[in-house]
């Protein structure tokens, strides 16, 4: 069975210093890895995926993540936080192993920006 | 071009009422899918369309239900409502059921069940 998780349920970070959010997860088959991001009252907003090739994928808002397949991580990354970047961050992956579309998802971090 | 609109935003049912919930997605989207948002229970997959079929459904009861039209919308209904079934209920669209596309998430419906 495939599942993600997220081991901080809240992560403080000062505005302008790198931000880590951390994902690990276990599949039978090839991982497909998503990050969102859930802003209060809103839906989910896709950041980035990690499909095949490359370790480090680039996403939207100057976020990337690292996928790691010894650790069987994706971490979400970001050089420099901004007070904006202050919301509740998914990690999900997909079902492949019956061929369904849907995502497993993480169960979400906080991530406060201090300005 | 517009994103996935759902509605409506809130609602407020009691108990053994039942439900509808719509969901359009971004046109050329063909692929449909719902899932529940709480607070204890997390982001749960409720059921998932693609060319007015459901080709799959999480684990939750039969009184959840849904069925995809042929412009691709979609809607979910909830029959008997239970305190529980209190949630946003988020609808995500994506091109077509194949593994690598991202799915883009609507703003949700609230329903509140008193």
């Known amino acids: 069975a495939q599942s993600v998780a997220q081991p901080e349920d809240q992560v403080n970070v000062a505005e302008g210093n790198p931000l880590t959010v951390k994902c690990t997860y276990s599949v039978s088959g090839n991982p497909y890895l998503f990050w969102y991001v859930q802003y209060p009252n809103r839906g989910l907003q896709f950041l980035l995926k990690y499909i095949t090739g490359d370790n480090l994928v680039k996403g939207s808002y100057g976020f990337e993540a690292e996928f790691n397949k010894s650790q069987t991580s994706f971490h979400l990354k970001k050089p420099s936080a901004l007070v904006s970047d202050s919301a509740l961050y998914f990690c999900a992956v997909r079902d492949v192993e019956t061929g369904a579309n849907n995502l497993f998802f993480g169960t979400g971090t906080r991530l406060t920006v201090i300005p | 071009k517009a994103g996935v609109t759902q509605t409506p935003r809130y609602l407020i049912k009691t108990r053994g009422q039942q439900v509808t919930l719509s969901c359009s997605p971004i046109?050329?989207?063909?692929?449909v899918s719902w899932y529940q948002q709480t607070p204890g229970q997390g982001l749960q997959f409720l059921f998932e369309?693609?060319?007015?079929?459901?080709?799959n459904k999480g684990n939750f009861p039969g009184r959840f239900s849904g069925r995809q039209f042929s412009n691709s919308r979609s809607e979910m209904n909830v029959s008997t409502l239970e305190l529980g079934d209190s949630a946003l209920y988020l609808c995500?669209?994506?091109?077509?059921?194949?593994?690598?596309?991202?799915?883009?998430f609507g703003p949700g419906t609230r329903l509140t069940v008193t």
């Open positions: 369309y693609f060319s007015e079929t459901q080709r």
């Open positions: 046109s050329g989207h063909r692929s």
């Open positions: 995500a669209s994506s091109p077509g059921p194949q593994e690598n596309y991202e799915q883009y």
